[in-house]
Nanobody, 125 residues
Framework: QVQLVEYGGGLVQAGGSLRLSCATSGRTFSAVGWFRQPPGKEREFVSAIDWTGVVTSYADSVKGRFTISRDNAKNTVYLQMNSLKPEDTAVYSC????????????????????WGQGTQVTVSS
């Protein structure tokens, strides 16, 4: 049974920090990505990481503020979010592919076959 579950969402003031976790189970994933969907907007790519934890990708909107990492022993991927802005408010979901994918495809939602339920992040101004 393949499963991805997000933890760590909540309410935070602008300029604050929050760490999201993506707990995976059922198989070993070659990569894990984070996506978000702001209210009334389409889903967008946030960040992704490969199985080594070295190859990473970030959306321009979060570069320098967010950091993705993974702990394979815990089957968990983290998204550390610093200097949060109201425009970061969204439902954040983690996702994993059905097999290996190239890093150049990390930002494409259709690269991922498995998705978590999402966790709400709200940043107040």
């Amino acid at each position: 049974q393949v499963q991805l579950v997000e933890y760590g969402g909540g309410l935070v003031q602008a300029g604050g920090s929050l760490r999201l976790s993506c707990a995976t189970s059922g198989r070993t994933f070659s990569a894990v990505g984070w996506f978000r969907q702001p209210p009334g907007k389409e889903r967008e790519f946030v960040s992704a990481i490969d199985w080594t934890g070295v190859v990473t990708s970030y959306a321009d909107s979060v570069k320098g503020r967010f950091t993705i990492s993974r702990d394979n022993a815990k089957n968990t991927v983290y998204l550390q979010m610093n200097s949060l802005k109201p425009e970061d408010t969204a439902v954040y979901s983690c996702a994993a592919p059905n097999g290996a994918i190239s890093y150049v495809l990390f930002g494409r939602a259709n690269s991922y076959a498995y998705w978590g339920q999402g966790t709400q992040v709200t940043v107040s101004s």
